[in-house]
């Protein structure tokens, strides 16, 4: 088992930063692949970031292409989601996600990753 515990979120203006931790802990000694996915009010759950492999190979939906950047520590365990350049339409629960199975086939698909985290809220006012 993996447990992921996510930090980070809070209140921010338009355009402010944020930078969302997420911390694994458990059967840590196999390789993960790990990332994000976010769900706002009223919507489906959706991709966001991920990074896997010993390069950090990184992915990003389009809507957070260039504003987001994904990184890890690996001495540490630990995913960071560093988001620049905020908007509303960011606001979301952030949900920290890994799963043991780094091929990256289809990770943009949450039934892909076993372990999540309880999320947490990021708000972007206007």
Known sequence: QVQLVES?????????SLRLSCAASGRTGSPLAMGWFRQAPGKERE?????RGTISITRYSASVQGRFTISRDNAKNTI?????????EDT????????????GI????????PYW?????????S
């Open 80 to 88: 960071y989601l560093q988001m620049n350049s905020l908007k509303p």
């Open 106 to 113: 289809n990770y943009r698909d949450e039934n892909r990753y």
């Open 92 to 103: 979301a629960v952030y949900y920290c996600v890994a799963t043991t199975d780094s091929s």
């Open 8 to 16: 980070g979120g809070g209140l921010v203006q338009t355009g402010g």
């Open 47 to 51: 991709f966001v970031a991920r990074i």
């Open 117 to 125: 985290g309880q999320g947490t809220q990021v708000t972007v006012s």
